[in-house]
């Protein structure tokens, strides 16, 4: 009732704080304990909103390590119990309520009043006593079939909240089943209630700003007002399920992605923006009608073709594709007057909805709505629903499947047709094939629409057979089971991922927006694909795979869902032997991985483009980004570190490790000095191509060789027998081993103790010092704003070189040197690369240039929805969103992981109120939540942390808190 029905949660916050503040006070008086008055927001919440008067009052002090004696409901409210002071709270709410009266919220009376017309039942829930009186006051009496209030559960012997007991009361008194039902609650235990009762629907009302605490006990879904869930039906943003059947999307804007209106300029950044994927297939936002703008596209991941001398990702057909026409009259943007058009991307449940009315060339008026989504519970379905009412006027949206695009990777398209079910094999040029079944179902402007998508990567025929059987089992189970299936894979994978930025609502929805891209773009029940430069939404980089997966992508994956990460490095355990192949092509020893990887790990970089000026280039990365191999093995690394996964190791890591570490061996050389060099690289900063001794190189390259090196004592705890077997299989000796610990110590690495610079590489400090920050506005285009010739020669800087050395390897650079070249390396850095600013963010955090950290955290969250590289219609930017995501937990939040212990340094800009994330480490899960002054960490098991600069803690299941003074966190202490 209090805040949902009635505006009458303030008034019992008063009461709360008037009692407890008068006992405090006294108490205080009379012990010398610190007087610490009873907080409105925080207190109320947790302790006594939504729970029996008594529940309330325990709860509370218990929480300040107070008890009292219990008393009888018959003591006084002057008397110091339990039953004492819930009954002077008693006394003091219903003089606030003669003395204000209440009102109850419009907004919820209107879904009431809509719920009655339709004759469903409506039951009021209260732990207060005084539910009749507040239902007179608020004069609703009326609207209610069941009322089970404070009195009737004490009648009844019903316990309060968080216990279920009067929620299924109430349910039984309506003669329904709480899994046909659903509750409406703005109190924390009110939510936990009907979770535990197994209700269908759990609707947090947040009034407050709460939202993230009703969903972490619960709630589906999150409204600030009841009446959201009657206005999609209307064609405006509201939540979850509508009471008609049609799905609609949460009206939370740090949730939503909404575009209003069509641009033709602008939709293809947009289509990228509304991809539904889920790992193993993607379809980019195109609207169902079709229009000259669009760039429809559906991705197999890892089906890829070759076009000439290119190896491309291959498009399905564009399953989505519909004729919505009115009698003969065809329905299109074009034609009539658009008066309404919005699409949004439900972020929380991965759902693009849109809503469109257009006035028809003959007056009449027709409204299309549709949901779809690629399923992340059913990974081979992807789903369309869809609405077309034109009032009396026959409604159809069906008319065949348009056929696949032919880019020149298709080797060939099969279709054959029955009754409500085409079936489309597709077959790439050199490659594999895949199988789309696709059911269609259309009743009085209606129409559902199931596919299924197998794959196959053995280039035989199409598995049609098994994209049959699958369609039919989905359409056994039907459109409202799967998007149910789909929905609560989303809320799983959110609780495991989510990043809660309070404070700046605009990054909190670039954040949301990266993660559900990142979550879209990764299988982790296969090793056929990695994920591309821009996942499945577009066709940039024809879908090759970069450094970008192992650095700024797969971090995500290893501290959130460790099997997703697993799955992307036996990828390239996978296509070890092309890298091997491609490491003895260019005379070198190991496992040199692709620049541009695509199905079978061999190099697929482009040799040649046109340059910004039309002129044409030769591409150089492929000869000379060798780095790949380093990041390869360091994210290896890091995984294993992160997860534990021994059975890892020793099956996959350990010989990707050997393998990268021998081709850094046989790649540097001895120069006259008597020390190593790596000639002739392009590191991050591909602004300077053939360059020697890039620090960046170098120094992962020594790393890379030191991780192998200490391998056989691992090994040998884990497997006796795994390194004889590896030394066996892979060739590998003593003198070998030798000679590689020689390379290691030897490595130039360009660090200057006495500046405590790294130079980026040989001869970068003689070139031009031109700085970045004074040529024009970043991000830019250092070779566009000052030509490729003198940026060649300039000390401007595409992206991260030396600092994202100080991100990959933190524990070999200290704070002081991490300070000094993020001042040197900084204003010399122009962003040209969108994988820039969020590791910016992530180093400024680190060196305490908080306001640096929320400047790049935001221009990266820019990067697609600002369009802000000007080349988001080829595909989202997916390590971007990587990137953003290190910038908040592993800058601001301080984390890092090692095989013993998990780290956790956090700091909070100013424009931040609190930063939250959870994590999955050593086999445990956690969650982090802090301010500026505390922080709490939920653990589930056993685990080492430490915090700051504090000592190693041994942490057990439980809730811990840390204060911070000083500069400084204190010992973490558990929450009783």
């Not at 009292?68 to 003089?95: A, C, I, M």
């Not at 280039?617 to 990041?631: A, F, K, N, P, W």
């Not at 008597?674 to 002739?680: A, Q």
């Amino acid at each position: 009732m209090d805040g949902v029905v009635t505006d009458t949660a303030s008034a019992h916050a008063a009461a709360w704080k008037r009692v407890f503040d008068d006992y405090l006070t006294e108490r205080s008086k009379r012990t010398g304990e610190p007087f610490k008055p009873f907080d409105t927001n925080q207190d109320y919440r947790h302790y006594v909103d939504g729970k029996p008067r008594y529940d309330g009052v325990r709860d509370f002090l218990k929480s300040r390590g107070i008890t009292l004696p219990e008393g009888d409901t018959g003591d006084t409210p002057e008397q110091e119990t339990v039953h004492g002071l819930g009954n002077r709270k008693d006394r003091y709410f219903l003089e606030g309520l003669r003395k204000n009266g209440v009102e109850a919220y419009p907004g919820t009376l209107e879904l009431i009043r809509s719920l009655r017309a339709a004759h469903v039942g409506v039951a009021i829930i209260s732990a207060s006593r005084n539910l009749g009186h507040v239902l007179e006051a608020a004069k609703v009496t009326d609207l209610f079939d069941v009322r089970v209030g404070g009195l009737e559960a004490e009648r009844l012997g019903l316990r309060g909240k968080p216990d279920p007991a009067v929620f299924l009361e109430a349910a039984r008194e309506l003669h329904v089943q709480p899994g046909d039902a659903a509750i409406f609650e703005d109190a924390l235990a009110g939510v936990e209630a009907g979770k535990r009762g197994g209700f269908r629907l759990v609707v947090g009302v947040d009034r407050t700003g709460h939202a993230e605490d009703l969903r972490a006990r619960g709630a589906d879904i999150v409204v600030r007002d009841p009446a959201e869930l009657l206005a999609w039906r209307e064609g405006h943003p509201g939540t979850a399920d509508s009471l008609d059947g049609f799905p609609i999307p949460t009206s939370d804007p740090a949730w939503l992605v909404e575009v209003v209106g069509f641009d033709p300029l602008d939709e293809r950044e947009v289509e990228s923006w509304l991809t539904v994927a889920n790992g193993r297939t993607g379809t980019r936002g195109s609207v169902e009608e079709g229009s000259e703008e669009s760039d429809p596209a559906t991705y197999v991941a890892g089906l890829f073709g070759s076009s000439g001398s290119t190896r491309m990702l291959v498009s399905g057909p564009e399953w989505t594709g519909l004729r919505p026409r009115v009698g003969e009259e065809a329905l299109d943007l074009d034609r009539g007057d658009t008066l309404e058009h919005r699409r949004l991307l439900d972020l929380r449940h991965g759902i693009v909805f849109r809503f469109w009315r257009q006035r028809l060339d003959s007056g009449g008026e027709a409204t299309f709505r549709s949901m779809r989504f690629a399923s992340l519970a059913d990974r081979q379905l992807l789903v369309l629903e869809a609405t077309l009412d034109a009032g009396s006027a026959p409604a159809r949206l069906a008319d065949g499947i348009p056929p696949p695009p032919d880019s020149g990777a298709l080797a060939q398209a099969q279709t054959t047709h029955d009754p409500g079910r085409t079936v489309i094999g597709i077959q790439a040029r050199d490659g594999g094939s895949a199988s789309f079944a696709i059911g269609t179902t259309e009743q009085g402007g209606h129409l559902d629409r199931i596919v299924a998508v197998e794959r196959s990567t053995d280039g035989d025929s199409p598995p049609t057979a098994a994209a049959e059987r699958t369609l039919d089992e989905a359409r056994r189970r039907g459109v409202a089971e799967l998007a149910k299936r789909h929905r609560a894979a989303w809320r799983a994978r959110w609780r495991d991922s989510d990043v809660g930025v309070e404070g700046d609502l605009e990054l909190q929805r670039a954040m949301r927006f990266g993660l559900y891209h990142l979550v879209s773009s990764a299988d982790p029940e296969s090793d056929v694909a990695s994920v591309g430069a821009r996942g499945l939404s577009g066709p940039g980089y024809r879908g090759h795979v970069f450094w970008d997966t192992e650095v700024f992508i797969l971090p995500f994956f290893a501290y959130t869902q460790p099997e997703t990460a697993r799955a992307l490095l036996a990828y390239r355990h996978r296509t070890l032997d092309a890298a091997r192949a491609r490491a003895a092509k260019l005379g070198y020893r190991g496992a040199l991985f692709a620049w541009e990887s695509a199905d079978t790990g061999e190099d697929v970089t482009p040799t040649d483009a046109v340059g910004p000026d039309g002129r044409p280039i030769r591409i150089l990365t492929g000869e000379q980004e060798h780095h790949v191999s380093g990041d390869v093995a360091w994210a290896t690394w890091r995984y294993w570190e992160a997860s534990g996964d021994d059975a890892f190791l020793r099956s996959m890591g350990a010989e990707i490790l050997l393998e990268t570490a021998r081709f850094w061996a046989s790649r540097a050389r001895r120069g006259d000095d008597g020390r190593f060099h790596i000639d002739e690289v392009i590191g991050p900063d591909e602004y300077h191509e053939g360059v020697d001794d890039n620090a960046f190189t170098n120094v992962l390259a020594r790393w890379n060789i030191e991780r192998a090196l200490g391998l056989r004592p691992i090994l040998e705890t884990i497997d006796a027998g795994i390194w004889t077997d590896l030394e066996r299989r892979l060739s590998v000796t003593g003198a070998e081993l030798d000679a590689w610990r020689e390379v290691a110590g030897g490595l130039v690495d360009g660090f200057d103790p006495a500046t405590k610079l790294y130079e980026q590489f040989a001869g970068f400090f003689r070139l031009e010092d031109i700085r970045a920050v004074d040529v024009a506005p970043r991000p830019f285009a250092g070779d566009v704003a000052l030509g490729a010739e003198r940026v060649r020669g300039a000390q401007v800087v595409k992206q991260a070189d030396v600092l994202m050395l100080a991100h990959m390897l933190p524990e070999l650079l200290p704070q002081e040197v991490v300070e000094a070249n993020y001042r040197y390396y900084e204003p010399r850095t122009s962003h040209g690369s969108s994988l820039s600013p969020a590791i910016h963010a992530a180093v400024a955090a680190r060196v305490g240039r908080l306001d640096d950290a929320v400047t790049y955290a935001r221009m990266a969250g820019a990067i697609d929805l600002g369009n802000g590289m000007g080349n988001a219609a080829h595909g989202v930017h997916v390590a971007t969103m990587g990137g953003l995501w290190q910038a908040a937990v592993m800058g601001c939040g301080g984390l890092r992981v090692s095989r013993t212990a998990v780290r956790l340094d956090p700091v909070l800009p100013d424009a931040w109120r609190s930063l939250r994330f959870p994590l999955r480490c050593h086999g445990r899960r956690l969650h982090v939540g802090f301010t500026a002054a505390e922080l709490t960490i939920d653990v589930d098991g056993d685990l080492e942390v430490v915090l700051g600069a504090n000592e190693q803690q041994a942490l057990q299941a439980g809730r811990y808190r840390s204060t911070r003074a000083n500069g400084a966190w204190s010992t973490l202490e558990v929450v009783r």
